[in-house]
Each structure stands twice: as structure tokens, then as C-alpha cells.
């Protein structure tokens, strides 16, 4: 997704967006296909009747055994409402029964009951008959498990029974949720396999300890009253909590619990689960940082806004200013050679300005082109040097340099590697105050040339540090600036440092006491003889394509 950001004219100057990566979605969608897959084989292999229904009584999945005790096809039954099915549809009282026990699952409770199913030949069996409703992670019907057992043969009937049972406990063991059952006081009298083996308790143990004896400490009072309540008002549970691995770890699980009643209403029974959705949890966490980020963006572009418009302003004012003195006429040699001389600065600086917007630009939209040849970093920077020396000489700072001898050549762009020197020493100028000191230094660390900033000017607040190379992050507010600047120069140094391999970092020991920014950049294995003199080029920024 993207968005465009337009200019005052109404023409667009910035597309930003987000790509989402879906490779997670498609491995998703095969482990679906795969999972539906194994179902059907799990279905068919049961010798009990079971499908699953909607909500509102509708047959979307049956399994073979329900269709063989008829001779059906699954055109005959899919898709169709239950009740109307061909095992019911031959007394209105049983279909009354079957839609009575429909909607009863759906509204969440186990229903389950003895009852007559026509088979093969219009002959009837007695089928221990029940329906189960399942619920998604907030706690509604999602759909409903019927199933049936033919009964018409007692004995036969209990062995079949038991062999359902195992059946039952082999899908509480694969499916991923922790399965449990309660007594209807509350206490836990079966727990799944994966139970264990998250908690590493078993039964005997979760019965010793308690099952708050896994909760994490800040949850655990919700949970034991939400439990007391359901368990005093007879209604179904549901919380997000955080349980304890056998590790010690906590992670977020969804925990619910349904009641099973009798016949007079009466809770006999709480069969329960519980999700794990630290993922869930996890990407929600991931949505508000993100939300956050985004407020913070508009916040950021806000202040940019305001920025731009204030520095590209303060410069045109001087311009407009001594323009209009100029065209009087009035003026004296030595007032018009000033007024000309300002109005040259002013257009210098605001062009300076308008050429980093632009090699911002250039550097988001992957537009701007290196043209590498080995070089020596000495007289890169002593070329820097020389194009800020005015600067330097306006506040009286004292320059240290010190260069290592012989410390290789790096492949690089001369303009940019300048550039990056340049905003170093301009941002050291600019925050250094009047008779401060910056040093200059150029040395080797292992395979790489460091290049080393050091100034005795406002210094960095720790919390701002990792902001200092972002783009137009600058440590104090848009109405409260001192220093003016787009907030743009270490933004350009990081990028171009990073198109040359190298890296960026900065240190300070906090407000006041100066900051230290340094370049890291890869030596080249090439000759020293010849290098690249950049001090007859002191406008090679002014060119910038």
C-alpha cells in the first residue's frame, strides 16, 4: 500500500508505502489444504457418524460411515439442513427433536440423546445421538459436531463406545489446543497431552499444585473471579491470560470453558481449552507500534513542513531585502558590493538547501548514481576542509587534524565522500560555539579507513542518539530550533555512507560536552601513488547533478 505526498501546487513530490510480506499467508493456505486434507482421511476413518453444521442446522461435511448406514451419496445430504436429512425426515417428531438439539448447540450448550435413524431399506436403528458446538477465539458458536453411535446392539455399543473414546482422545492429543475437563466444582479432572507438555505437569501433579499455580502472577486474580463467577452463575468462561511453559517462560493463551448440563439443567461438566495467540497478541502489539509510528510520522512531517518553510524563507528575506535597496539606486559603492555579497550568500545557502532536499530524493528513489575510482581520503577531507573555512574562521574554532600515514585508498565517489566530510564539519560548526575546537582525525582499523568528527559544541542527549542520522530529526523542536537546517545533513551522510559499504555512528557524553561522529568505510587493496586531488575543486557540491 502507499501514499503520495503533493506539493503546494498540488503536484505529487513523495511516494511512501509499505510492502507486506504474504509468504507466511501462502504457507498458511497450503498447511490448510493439507490439514483439510487429513481431516477427511481422519473422518472417514471413524466408525461413528459425524460431519459438521452451521450454526443454523446446515450439513457442509459428513463422513463415509453416516453415508453407508443409508446408502447415500453426499449430494443426497451436503448442504441441506440436518433435520431434513433422510435419516429424520421420516417423523416430524424426530426432526423436531434434531432441530430442538440444533439450536441448543448452537446457543453452546452439548446436546446429546438416544434416538431412531432410518437406515438402508427404510429400516431404523437406535443411534446414541449428540451434537457439540465449537467456538472461535472470542468465544462464539462457530459450528457444530454431530455424531452418532448405533446403540441397537448394547454390548456391541459399549466396545464400540470405548473405541470412540480413544478416537476422541487421539484428536484432543493432535489438535493444537490444550484440552482439559473440570468436575463441576471447578477442579481439573483430565488434561491433553499438550497440556503436559507446555506445563510439564500432569495430572496428578495439576491437581496437587493447582491449576493457578501456572497463571501468571498479574492475571491471576481475574482469572480466579471470572472462574468463581461462571462457575456460581453457571455460564460459559472465557479470558486471555498469561500461562507458565515448563521452561518459566509466559506466553498468552485464549481460555475457555463450556458447561455441560443435565437433563434438569444442572452442571455436570466443564470441558475447556486453551489458545495459544501469542502471535495474535504479538501482531497486535506489532499494529499499535505501528500506529504509533504513524502518528509520529505526521507529527514529523508537520514539523517538516514547517521547517522547509522557515528555512527556505530566512534566506529570501536578506535576497528581497538588499534587491529592493539595489534597484533604488541610492546605494554607495561599499553598501551595494555588501547588499551583493549578501544577496550571493543567502542564494548560496538556499540552494544548498533545495540540493539536499533533492539528494534526499534521489537516494529514496535509488536515482543516485556513484562513480568509483580509488582514492585517497586525506585530500577529501582536507578539501572539505578548505570549502568551510569561512565558516570555521566566522567563530574563531580551532582545527586539529590528524591523519595516519599510509592507510590505503577506498573506492569511492569524490563529490560524495566530500559531501559527507562537508556535513560532518558543517554540523561540528554549527553546534561548536565561538573559539570552540574540532578535531579532524583519519586513521585505519583493520580493513577499514575511519574518518572521526570530533567537536566541543552542544553535545547529543543519550535518548536522541538513535534518531541523530534519521531524516529531518533534529534534537529540539520546530518552534524552539536555535540552530536552524533542514535536519537533513546526517540523514545524506548515513545514505551515502552506506552506498559506499560503509557505516555511520555517533557518541556523546551528553548535552554540553560535545559529540563524536565517525565514517567507517572498506580499504581497496590498490596502489597509494595516485590520488585523487580534490583541493582545486572546492565548488564540486555546487555542480551536484
Same mark, same amino acid.
Request: aromatic letters at 6%; proline letters at 3%.
Given at each position: 500500500?502507499?501514499?503520495?505526498?503533493?506539493?503546494?501546487?498540488?503536484?505529487?513530490?513523495?511516494?511512501?508505502?509499505?510492502?507486506?510480506?504474504?509468504?507466511?499467508?501462502?504457507?498458511?493456505?497450503?498447511? !490448510?489444504?493439507?490439514?483439510?486434507?487429513?481431516?477427511?482421511?481422519?473422518?472417514?476413518?471413524?466408525?461413528?457418524?459425524?460431519?459438521?453444521?452451521?450454526?443454523?442446522?446446515? !450439513?457442509?461435511?459428513?463422513?463415509?460411515?453416516?453415508?453407508?448406514?443409508?446408502?447415500?451419496?453426499?449430494?443426497?445430504?451436503?448442504?441441506?439442513?440436518?433435520?431434513?436429512?433422510?435419516?429424520?425426515?421420516? &417423523?416430524?417428531?424426530?426432526?423436531?427433536?434434531? &432441530?430442538?438439539?440444533?439450536?441448543?448447540?448452537?446457543?453452546?450448550?452439548?446436546?446429546?440423546?438416544?434416538?431412531?435413524?432410518?437406515?438402508?431399506?427404510?429400516?431404523?436403528?437406535?443411534?446414541?445421538?449428540?451434537?457439540?458446538?465449537?467456538?472461535?477465539?472470542?468465544?462464539?458458536?462457530?459450528?457444530?459436531?454431530?455424531?452418532?453411535?448405533?446403540?441397537?446392539?448394547?454390548?456391541?455399543?459399549?466396545?464400540?463406545?470405548?473405541?470412540?473414546?480413544?478416537?476422541?482422545?487421539?484428536?484432543?492429543?493432535?489438535?493444537?489446543?490444550?484440552?482439559?475437563?473440570?468436575?463441576?466444582?471447578?477442579?481439573?479432572?483430565?488434561?491433553?497431552?499438550?497440556?503436559?507438555?507446555?506445563?510439564?505437569?500432569?495430572?496428578?501433579?495439576?491437581?496437587?499444585?493447582?491449576?493457578?499455580?501456572?497463571?501468571?502472577?498479574?492475571?491471576?486474580?481475574?482469572?480466579?473471579?471470572?472462574?468463581?463467577?461462571?462457575?456460581?452463575?453457571?455460564?460459559?468462561?472465557?479470558?486471555?491470560?498469561?500461562?507458565?511453559?515448563?521452561?518459566?517462560?509466559?506466553?498468552?493463551?485464549?481460555?475457555?470453558?463450556?458447561?455441560?448440563?443435565?437433563?434438569?439443567?444442572?452442571?455436570?461438566?466443564?470441558?475447556?481449552?486453551?489458545?495459544?495467540?501469542?502471535?495474535?497478541?504479538?501482531?497486535?502489539?506489532?499494529?499499535?507500534?505501528?500506529?504509533?509510528?504513524?502518528?509520529?510520522?505526521?507529527?514529523?512531517?508537520?514539523?517538516?513542513?514547517?521547517?522547509?518553510?522557515?528555512? !527556505?524563507?530566512?534566506?529570501?528575506?536578506?535576497?528581497?531585502?538588499?534587491?529592493?535597496?539595489?534597484?533604488?539606486?541610492?546605494?554607495?559603492?561599499?553598501?551595494?558590493?555588501?547588499?551583493?555579497?549578501?544577496?550571493?550568500?543567502?542564494?548560496?545557502?538556499?540552494?544548498?538547501?533545495?540540493?539536499?532536499?533533492?539528494?534526499?530524493?534521489?537516494?529514496?528513489?535509488?536515482?543516485?548514481?556513484?562513480?568509483?575510482?580509488?582514492?585517497?581520503?586525506?585530500?577529501?577531507?582536507?578539501?572539505?576542509?578548505?570549502?568551510?573555512?569561512?565558516?570555521?574562521?566566522?567563530?574563531?574554532?580551532?582545527?586539529?587534524?590528524?591523519?595516519?600515514?599510509?592507510?590505503?585508498?577506498?573506492?569511492?565517489?569524490?563529490?560524495?565522500?566530500?559531501?559527507?566530510?562537508?556535513?560532518? !564539519?558543517?554540523?561540528?560548526?554549527?553546534?561548536?560555539?565561538?573559539?570552540?575546537?574540532?578535531?579532524?582525525?583519519?586513521?585505519?582499523?583493520?580493513?577499514?579507513?575511519?574518518?572521526?568528527?570530533?567537536?566541543?559544541?552542544?553535545?547529543?542527549?543519550?535518548?536522541?542518539?538513535?534518531?541523530?542520522?534519521?531524516?529531518?530529526?533534529?534534537?529540539?523542536?520546530?518552534?524552539?530550533?536555535?540552530?536552524?537546517?533542514?535536519?537533513?545533513?546526517?540523514?545524506?551522510?548515513?545514505?551515502?555512507?552506506?552506498?559506499?559499504?560503509?557505516?555511520?555512528?555517533?557518541?556523546?557524553?551528553?548535552?554540553?560536552?560535545?559529540?563524536?561522529?565517525?565514517?567507517?568505510?572498506?580499504?581497496?587493496?590498490?596502489?597509494?601513488?595516485?590520488?585523487?586531488?580534490?583541493?582545486?575543486?572546492?565548488?564540486?557540491?555546487?555542480?551536484?547533478?
Amino acid at each position: 500500500m502507499g501514499n503520495v505526498t503533493y506539493d503546494a501546487n498540488g503536484q505529487p513530490m513523495r511516494l511512501s508505502g509499505i510492502n507486506l510480506d504474504i509468504t507466511q499467508l501462502k504457507e498458511n493456505e497450503a498447511a !490448510l489444504r493439507h490439514s483439510q486434507q487429513q481431516l477427511r482421511i481422519l473422518l472417514d476413518s471413524l466408525p461413528i457418524f459425524t460431519g459438521f453444521l452451521t450454526p443454523d442446522g446446515v !450439513l457442509t461435511e459428513v463422513n463415509q460411515a453416516a453415508l453407508d448406514l443409508a446408502d447415500l451419496q453426499r449430494e443426497d445430504v451436503l448442504n441441506k439442513h440436518f433435520g431434513e436429512a433422510y435419516w429424520w425426515s421420516y &417423523d416430524p417428531k424426530i426432526q423436531e427433536q434434531i &432441530d430442538n438439539a440444533i439450536r441448543r448447540a448452537a446457543a453452546g450448550e452439548m446436546v446429546r440423546f438416544d434416538v431412531l435413524a432410518r437406515v438402508r431399506e427404510g429400516n431404523s436403528i437406535l443411534v446414541d445421538f449428540g451434537i457439540v458446538p465449537k467456538f472461535n477465539d472470542r468465544g462464539q458458536v462457530e459450528y457444530l459436531v454431530p455424531f452418532g453411535m448405533n446403540i441397537s446392539d448394547r454390548e456391541a455399543a459399549k466396545q464400540a463406545l470405548k473405541q470412540r473414546e480413544h478416537e476422541l482422545e487421539l484428536i484432543t492429543q493432535v489438535i493444537p489446543q490444550q484440552i482439559w475437563t473440570a468436575a463441576k466444582d471447578g477442579h481439573l479432572d483430565y488434561i491433553n497431552q499438550r497440556w503436559q507438555d507446555y506445563t510439564g505437569f500432569n495430572l496428578e501433579q495439576m491437581r496437587q499444585l493447582g491449576w493457578a499455580s501456572i497463571v501468571h502472577p498479574d492475571e491471576l486474580p481475574a482469572v480466579s473471579s471470572s472462574w468463581i463467577q461462571a462457575i456460581k452463575t453457571k455460564t460459559k468462561f472465557a479470558l486471555e491470560i498469561r500461562l507458565r511453559s515448563a521452561e518459566g517462560t509466559y506466553n498468552w493463551f485464549l481460555c475457555t470453558a463450556t458447561p455441560l448440563r443435565n437433563k434438569q439443567g444442572e452442571i455436570v461438566k466443564w470441558y475447556g481449552s486453551n489458545t495459544d495467540i501469542a502471535k495474535i497478541k504479538e501482531l497486535e502489539q506489532k499494529l499499535l507500534q505501528q500506529t504509533e509510528d504513524l502518528i509520529q510520522a505526521n507529527q514529523l512531517k508537520d514539523e517538516f513542513l514547517a521547517i522547509v518553510s522557515h528555512e !527556505l524563507r530566512t534566506p529570501l528575506n536578506p535576497i528581497l531585502g538588499w534587491s529592493q535597496l539595489l534597484l533604488t539606486g541610492r546605494l554607495d559603492a561599499d553598501k551595494t558590493a555588501q547588499g551583493i555579497a549578501i544577496i550571493e550568500r543567502n542564494a548560496k545557502l538556499q540552494a544548498q538547501l533545495i540540493d539536499d532536499l533533492l539528494d534526499v530524493s534521489r537516494i529514496l528513489r535509488g536515482k543516485l548514481n556513484l562513480n568509483k575510482i580509488p582514492l585517497n581520503l586525506e585530500s577529501v577531507i582536507r578539501s572539505a576542509l578548505t570549502t568551510i573555512q569561512l565558516a570555521i574562521e566566522a567563530k574563531s574554532i580551532q582545527i586539529e587534524t590528524e591523519f595516519e600515514f599510509g592507510i590505503g585508498q577506498v573506492l569511492g565517489d569524490a563529490a560524495r565522500l566530500q559531501q559527507i566530510v562537508w556535513n560532518l !564539519l558543517a554540523n561540528a560548526v554549527k553546534f561548536t560555539p565561538e573559539q570552540g575546537h574540532i578535531s579532524v582525525r583519519l586513521k585505519r582499523i583493520a580493513n577499514q579507513a575511519l574518518i572521526e568528527v570530533e567537536d566541543t559544541g552542544r553535545g547529543i542527549e543519550p535518548e536522541f542518539i538513535p534518531y541523530v542520522f534519521d531524516r529531518f530529526r533534529q534534537a529540539d523542536s520546530a518552534n524552539t530550533r536555535e540552530f536552524g537546517g533542514l535536519g537533513l545533513g546526517l540523514a545524506i551522510v548515513r545514505h551515502l555512507s552506506e552506498l559506499h559499504g560503509g557505516t555511520v555512528a555517533v557518541s556523546s557524553p551528553g548535552l554540553n560536552q560535545g559529540a563524536t561522529f565517525s565514517v567507517s568505510l572498506p580499504l581497496i587493496n590498490v596502489p597509494t601513488a595516485k590520488h585523487i586531488d580534490l583541493e582545486s575543486d572546492r565548488s564540486i557540491l555546487n555542480n551536484e547533478q
